[in-house]
């Protein structure tokens, strides 16, 4: 992988990782485009620029990480779920993600459900994060747990989870993103542990990539993060469901068409 290779893939990163879009999908996308042929680096690579994203979220919010114990408590109830699903169930989600099949219907499913999700969850009655119980940060945790099926997004999932208990856009999004903290800090630690115990030793050229990809993800979360918010309290979900859409039926068209698609 080459160094604009990964400042490309770092940018998708950033872009995508907190929308309703799913990363993974537009990973395929970008990898295949690319070229760029799946190796031991390559998976180590699209999982710890997650790192830059994540620190994305704490300098926007920093105020929300420097306050009560209850946040951080709020967000160990939600993150639970996902820590023993994601446990119990590594196989079957490591089978799934060789399938781009299944990132492209989970799109095309979850695109659709974007498109009518105003009109289902119609009635927020929690427009502050620091008003969420426990009992719905629980069941929270739960819907993001289906983000195990790639392509379903992780940050749709929540959303449309928080939306269901009854929270705003705005609250719901941004609860959102601070459950990614603690799930995607886990899921890099995890993979780069992995990576550690089976022995990879990681080049000098290779810690160049890692450090140019997390500060590029940064950047570009930092943009995403504070547009995606705007753009959410005044036109809502339906572009994201229509774009998802898109990006399934150009993945099934990739794949129908003879041409060869891999995860990274």
């Known amino acids: 992988m080459s160094i604009l290779?990964?400042?490309?893939l770092a940018i998708i990163e950033g872009l995508t990782e907190f929308l309703p879009v799913s990363s993974t999908g537009h990973m395929i996308i970008g990898s295949s485009l690319m070229?760029?042929?799946?190796?031991d680096f390559v998976k180590l690579y699209t999982?710890?620029?997650?790192?830059?994203?994540?620190?994305?979220?704490?300098?926007?919010?920093?105020?929300?990480f420097f306050q009560t114990l209850d946040f951080y408590y709020k967000l160990f109830v939600a993150f639970l779920p996902a820590a023993v699903f994601?446990?119990?169930?590594?196989?079957?989600?490591?089978?799934?993600?060789?399938?781009?099949?299944?990132?492209?219907?989970?799109?095309?499913v979850g695109g659709i459900i974007l498109l009518f999700i105003h009109r289902i969850f119609n009635n927020p009655r929690i427009n502050d994060t620091d008003n969420i119980s426990y009992g719905k940060a629980l069941i929270i945790g739960f819907f993001q747990c289906l983000s195990m099926i790639p392509g379903t997004s992780r940050s749709a999932a929540t959303i449309i989870g928080g939306m269901a208990q009854n929270l705003s856009r705005k609250a719901a999004a941004e609860f959102s993103f601070f459950l990614a903290v603690p799930t995607m800090f886990?899921?890099?630690a995890k993979k780069v542990y992995d990576f550690y115990k089976a022995g990879y030793v990681i080049s000098s050229e290779e810690i160049q990539l890692l450090a140019v990809g997390n500060v590029v993800a940064f950047i570009v979360a930092l943009l995403a993060i504070k547009s995606f918010i705007?753009?959410?309290?005044?036109?809502?979900?339906?572009?994201?469901?229509?774009?998802?859409?898109?990006?399934?039926?150009?993945?099934?068209?990739?794949?129908?068409s003879g041409h060869s698609l891999q995860i990274i």
């Open 230 to 256: 705007t753009f959410l309290q005044k036109r809502g979900f339906q572009l994201f469901g229509w774009y998802r859409i898109v990006i399934g039926l150009v993945i099934l068209g990739f794949i129908y």
């Open 186 to 188: 886990g899921a890099t």
């Open 47 to 64: 999982v710890a620029i997650q790192l830059g994203a994540i620190l994305s979220v704490i300098v926007l919010y920093w105020k929300r």
């Open 35 to 39: 070229g760029i042929q799946s190796n």
């Open 86 to 108: 994601g446990l119990l169930f590594s196989d079957t989600i490591d089978a799934l993600l060789e399938s781009p099949k299944t990132v492209a219907i989970a799109l095309v």
């Open 5 to 8: 290779q990964a400042i490309i």
